[in-house]
């Protein structure tokens, strides 16, 4: 949820770097993911990632194809949303005009988890996407604050009934894809398989993250194959968080390959602070980010030269200093350890091969 009441620096004006201490990693695999391997540490400094020794429960991934409906209708009205039988998500592709609108239906359960993301194509100048989620009754899930702008929402829905889901770009938006994901009833979580392009790596995400086109500037050593945005609003309701994403690319480029571990700098330092081993693989871990304005940038990356190519994940958290705002004003600190804990269980379940 991005709160258009703050100013939003953008990164590449970041002005000095912050630093981090070694720590030890301990993500605790939720029982709905899949089998995870315990890991082994070779090098030092030591940074270990362990799976929880709860047996884990495979999720039922056979419900979790994609099914993506084809482009609705442009005509006025109201556009509903059919799931597959069994299904738990469905993926919209539509375009919309820019400073036009167009709104959807979907139904679903009292107590049921639903989310809304938009991801947009590469190939189209970014646009801002204003979301806004209501009930068939009247009540308003997003934006959850009056005289603000939500760009995704995820919560549990207040009653069975019918929900509508208006998008409002600022700009023309292309064949985005629009994802509609409601849990099965007594599911907090469901999650989703990514194979990369090449089928050589893969791993699993909970809809507390969703597909999205990063819009920031480049942070990365290798470009994005998939970019997933922390979505889960009530970790951003009155609380200083901004944005937080999770990033996965790979390159085969010898050049970069061959400098793949090495540290790099977008606007700050970064410190390579030890090695971790992840279902066989050593990737190096380093940290870096900085400050400018009232906003704070952290990024770690885990990064690995494998069978010839570049592997790099990235988390990147931008929220605003605590001291900005008044005591009274009722935002308070984000819960960083389980949104780390949340990158770290996608990044347990990593397998490269």
Known sequence: MRYRLLTLLL?????????????????????DSVDSVAQTVTT???????PSTETPIPPPT???????????????????????????YVDVIDSIAGGSSKTYSVDASKGQVMSIS??????????????????????????????????????ILPSTQEYLVKLSPINDITDFTMRVAINPPGMATQNFLFEDKYRQASFTYKDEFAPVRFP?????KTQPELSLEFIDTASYVNTNL???YFLFGSSRDASVVQSCTEPISFGGTENIVGDVMIHGVKFTKSEGGGVGAGNIYQQTYYRTAY????YEVTFFVH???????????????????ALTQGFESILSSLIIQ
């Open 11 to 31: 990164i590449t004006t970041i002005l000095s770097a912050c630093s981090y201490d070694v720590h030890v990693i301990t993500p605790e695999t939720p029982t």
């Open 44 to 50: 030092t400094p030591v940074i270990k990632i362990e």
């Open 62 to 88: 056979s419900t979790f194809t994609p099914e993506v409906s084809p482009p609705l209708p442009r005509s006025g009205g109201t556009s509903p949303i059919h799931f597959a039988p069994d299904g738990t």
């Open 118 to 155: 938009v991801k947009q194509r590469l190939e189209e100048d970014w646009a801002y996407v204003p979301i806004q989620v209501t009930g068939q009754d009247g009540t308003v899930l997003c934006p959850v604050k009056i005289n603000t702008e939500c760009t995704f929402w995820r919560g």
């Open 216 to 220: 920031g500037p480049e942070i990365s």
């Open 242 to 244: 901004i944005e937080a």
């Open 307 to 310: 069978q010839g190519a570049c």
């Open 319 to 337: 929220y605003a200093n605590i001291g900005n705002y008044a005591p009274d004003s009722g935002i308070r600190e984000f819960d960083q350890a």
